[in-house]
């Protein structure tokens, strides 16, 4: 697909917040590399919806359940994990570094906002201004549309900080993204 | 079979961007699922197995790993959004076993996936179901995070036999008062029976004096069970002057049930009327010394 197709914004950051250079994303993967205490690290991706279903759409996100049993979008081995990002989907919040004392506990954060300002439950531009929320394992809305739509892109972005407490490792999760027309 | 429905698509396409140098160079790689369709409606006898299908398309220029699965869905807010499910009042997983699971989709391939529902004797009312197409993350190598894309195909199923068709305008709402149209008209409905029901109708909107001025049709809108939906239409006019009253006449359900509601609004172009009505003022203050300059000028 043709990339004009897909953006013709030139912007060079997600909710207001620079693109860290570096962090090469594909399609499938996000790949932030070594963090370094205290600075966060963001990326985004492009999310394109085309449908001529005359209700529209519903692009959602959630983070997959993982093999320790807590709702934390990465995890380290048997016991380490990074905390979903402290504001909600409903009431996503400026990002702030965690800022935890004990390690696995509010010592890393990792979030999503998108730029999508018509969201079509709650308040609709309620990620504007530079918001960020922590996903969950059920799905939240991203980006929608109650019409049919050709070619409609929002960008998505992903931050992800630790403090120095945040126990050193290789760290990994899945973000589902899931796009469902509207019934 | 809402074979009609198979003219429907809706693609979904996923860009990663990379850093603020790369902006560009970043869009390059992207994943493009399309499916078709993105929903349908079926009629199902208790005890009987119906056939579900849906086409997965790969538009990206690699092949893809996919998985098919199928979970339930609900209702979501009251604008027609959907929320994935397992279980519940209206679960079809349970009924249903789907074809292939797993498959690699070629660039520019399509997989049709069948869904076989077998309902069971007694089974009664709408159920609620879609196809989720993912692609198959890949293995992490560490400090990162695996993006899955999904693409869903929602199916809605009455069971042939007694249901239970209960729908409701709750609310009918218009702004009050407006200066010019287009006026917007809602309408909020609840569906309290225990299968989906499609509303369809007309807005008769007419003015104080009961002069027709507009009918304004409402396509066939799905309600969810236990779900409200605002459904939103619009008298398309700009200059409109008095009170106005719009009466809704809606129909629904198997024995095409009526159900009333009804809203009044007001528009007047207040700041045209204000400006005119200065004029005027204006002209009679000063009529004595218009009058005379125009007699000057005819002479």
Same mark, same amino acid.
């Given at each position: 697909?043709?990339? +004009? $197709?897909?953006?013709?914004?030139? +912007?060079?950051?997600v909710?207001? #917040?620079?693109?860290?250079?570096?962090?090469?994303?594909? +399609?499938? #993967?996000?790949?932030?590399?070594?963090?370094?205490?205290?600075?966060?690290?963001?990326a985004a991706q492009d999310i #394109?919806?085309?449908?001529? !279903?005359?209700?529209?759409?519903?692009v959602?996100a959630?983070?997959?359940?993982?093999?320790?049993?807590?709702? !934390?979008?990465?995890?380290?081995?048997?016991?380490?994990?990074? $905390?979903?990002?402290?504001?909600?989907? !409903?009431?996503?919040?400026?990002?702030?570094?965690?800022?935890?004392?004990?390690?696995?506990?509010?010592?890393?954060?990792?979030?999503y906002t998108t730029e999508d300002?018509?969201?079509?439950?709650?308040? +609709?531009?309620?990620?504007?201004?530079?918001?960020?929320?922590?996903?969950?394992?059920?799905?939240?809305?991203v980006a929608?549309?109650?019409?049919?739509?050709?070619?409609?892109?929002t960008r998505v972005g992903y931050?992800?900080?630790?403090?120095?407490?945040?126990?050193?490792?290789?760290?990994?999760?899945?973000v589902?993204l899931? !796009?469902?027309?509207?019934? | 079979?809402?074979?009609?429905?198979?003219?429907?698509?809706?693609?979904?396409?996923l860009?990663?961007?990379? %850093?603020?140098?790369?902006? *560009?160079?970043?869009?390059? @790689?992207?994943?493009?699922?399309?499916?078709?369709?993105? %929903? @349908?409606?079926?009629?199902?006898?208790?005890?009987?197995?119906?056939?579900?299908?849906?086409?997965?398309?790969?538009?990206?220029?690699?092949?893809?790993?996919?998985?098919?699965?199928?979970?339930?869905?609900?209702? %979501?807010?009251?604008?027609?959004?959907?929320?994935?499910?397992?279980?519940?009042?209206?679960?079809?997983?349970?009924?249903?076993?789907?074809?292939?699971?797993?498959?690699?989709?070629?660039?520019?391939?399509? @997989?049709?996936?069948?869904?076989?529902?077998?309902?069971?004797?007694?089974?009664?009312?709408?159920?609620?179901?879609?196809?989720?197409?993912?692609?198959?993350?890949?293995?992490? %190598?560490?400090?990162?995070?695996?993006?899955? @894309?999904?693409?869903?195909?929602?199916?809605?199923?009455?069971?042939?036999?007694? *249901?239970?068709?209960?729908?409701?305008?709750? &609310?009918?709402?218009?702004?009050?008062?407006?200066?010019?149209?287009?006026?917007?008209?809602?309408?909020?409905?609840?569906?309290?029976?225990?299968?989906?029901? &499609?509303?369809?109708?007309?807005?008769?909107?007419?003015?104080?004096?009961?002069?027709?001025?507009?009918?304004?049709?409402?396509?066939?809108?799905?309600?969810?069970?236990?779900?409200?939906?605002?459904?939103?239409?619009?008298?398309?006019?700009?200059?409109?002057?008095?009170?106005? /009253?719009?009466?809704?006449?809606?129909?629904?359900?198997?024995?095409?049930?009526?159900? /009333?509601?009804?809203?009044?609004?007001?528009?007047?172009?207040?700041?045209?009327?204000?400006?005119?009505? *200065?004029?005027?003022?204006?002209?009679?203050?000063?009529?004595?010394?218009?009058?005379?300059?125009?007699?000057?000028?005819?002479?």
């Amino acid at each position: 697909m043709p990339v +004009a $197709d897909i953006t013709g914004t030139g +912007a060079n950051s997600v909710n207001a #917040t620079n693109l860290t250079s570096g962090v090469t994303s594909t +399609a499938s #993967t996000i790949p932030f590399g070594t963090l370094t205490a205290g600075t966060p690290k963001v990326a985004a991706q492009d999310i #394109t919806v085309t449908t001529n !279903a005359s209700s529209g759409y519903t692009v959602t996100a959630s983070h997959s359940a993982n093999s320790q049993g807590v709702s !934390a979008p990465l995890i380290s081995g048997a016991t380490n994990n990074i $905390d979903p990002f402290s504001g909600t989907n !409903a009431s996503p919040v400026t990002w702030s570094s965690p800022a935890g004392s004990t390690g696995n506990t509010n010592t890393g954060y990792f979030g999503y906002t998108t730029e999508d300002s018509s969201l079509c439950s709650g308040t +609709a531009g309620r990620f504007g201004s530079n918001k960020w929320a922590g996903s969950t394992t059920i799905g939240t809305e991203v980006a929608c549309s109650t019409t049919g739509v050709s070619s409609e892109t929002t960008r998505v972005g992903y931050q992800i900080e630790v403090n120095n407490v945040q126990p050193p490792g290789s760290y990994s999760g899945t973000v589902i993204l899931v !796009a469902t027309p509207t019934y | 079979m809402g074979a009609l429905f198979l003219l429907f698509l809706i693609a979904f396409s996923l860009f990663a961007y990379s %850093s603020v140098k790369d902006w *560009v160079r970043g869009q390059v @790689q992207g994943q493009t699922l399309e499916v078709s369709p993105p %929903s @349908q409606e079926l009629n199902l006898d208790p005890g009987k197995t119906i056939e579900v299908k849906a086409n997965i398309t790969n538009k990206s220029k690699d092949a893809l790993k996919m998985t098919a699965h199928i979970e339930d869905f609900t209702a %979501s807010g009251d604008e027609g959004q959907v929320a994935l499910s397992q279980g519940g009042t209206y679960s079809v997983t349970s009924w249903t076993k789907v074809t292939p699971n797993s498959f690699t989709l070629p660039a520019g391939g399509t @997989q049709e996936v069948t869904a076989s529902v077998t309902a069971p004797k007694d089974a009664a009312g709408g159920r609620y179901g879609s196809f989720v197409f993912a692609v198959k993350p890949g293995t992490s %190598s560490g400090n990162e995070a695996i993006v899955s @894309q999904q693409i869903a195909s929602l199916f809605l199923i009455r069971l042939n036999g007694p *249901v239970n068709e209960r729908l409701a305008i709750t &609310k009918m709402s218009s702004p009050t008062f407006q200066e010019f149209g287009p006026v917007s008209l809602d309408l909020t409905f609840a569906n309290t029976g225990n299968v989906h029901t &499609k509303t369809y109708g007309l807005i008769n909107v007419r003015d104080m004096l009961g002069n027709k001025v507009a009918d304004i049709v409402v396509p066939g809108t799905n309600i969810f069970p236990d779900a409200s939906r605002i459904v939103k239409a619009s008298l398309n006019k700009t200059f409109l002057i008095g009170p106005y /009253t719009a009466t809704a006449l809606m129909y629904y359900g198997s024995q095409n049930d009526v159900m /009333t509601a009804q809203t009044t609004f007001y528009v007047f172009p207040l700041r045209i009327a204000a400006i005119i009505l *200065v004029v005027i003022i204006v002209l009679f203050i000063f009529r004595k010394r218009i009058r005379k300059a125009f007699k000057a000028l005819t002479k």
